[in-house]
């Protein structure tokens, strides 16, 4: 079953076409980790793809569901966790855990989040004096209380050290481990190749690939790294 079908989609702002007719499918249960250089087009089509930006041209469908068609039901589908975080900072954790608990017809227990994203022990802390890897975390949580089927997340380990980094994936694993679909930009390329099942590389609004980590590396030499096919598909680097 496919989690995500996208048709023709096309952003434009004027004469520029910031994401450019493009097509996929994202089966679900997987993780899919989308890269290209700053402007590539991958924040706008995430947007597109959560609704927060209407296409020019193009549909998208979450869990068999148009997103335009029929926004609050696919709205009630996926967990969003963006660069920009929108919380009261002055609130504590738990409440905003149990703020955003309540907003949902079929949320995961408090405590269960908590556990899941490693917050128990900040749970009395307001937002504001979390350190940057826990306030990611705790964005994270907020993210998949609602119980979504898709988890969309931009560049979410961005300036995080390598312990909050690796906390931040068990709890996307234990997510995943349901046979949910986590969708993601970064700029970390060990990252991708490490735990991603498939990569779309997008150049100028466009995929240029889409394809397992191990088949876009072994499509650029032998001994080669994830590295190695980013900067030959998405900059256009000879690899040595």
Known sequence: MNAIEVTNLTKRYGNLNAVNNINF???????????GANGAGKTTMLEMMVG????????????DTDIHENEYVAKNKIGVLLQEQCVNKYAKVIELFNFYHDLYENPIDVEEMLDTVNLQDYRNVKFKNLSGGLKQRAALGLA??????????DEPTT??????????????FKFKSDNKTVVLSSHYMDEVQK???EVIIMKKGEIIQKNTPEALIK???DNKFMDDAYLYYAVGEEVG
């Open 25 to 35: 499918n994202i089966e679900a249960g997987k993780i899919v980790g989308i890269v």
């Open 52 to 63: 927060i930006r209407k296409p020019t041209i193009g549909n998208i469908r979450l869990m």
């Open 144 to 153: 998949m209380i609602n119980n979504p089927d898709i988890l969309f997340l």
């Open 159 to 172: 300036g995080l050290d390598p312990e909050a980094r690796r906390t931040l994936w068990k709890a996307i």
């Open 195 to 197: 735990y991603c099942d």
């Open 219 to 221: 499509s650029v030499g």
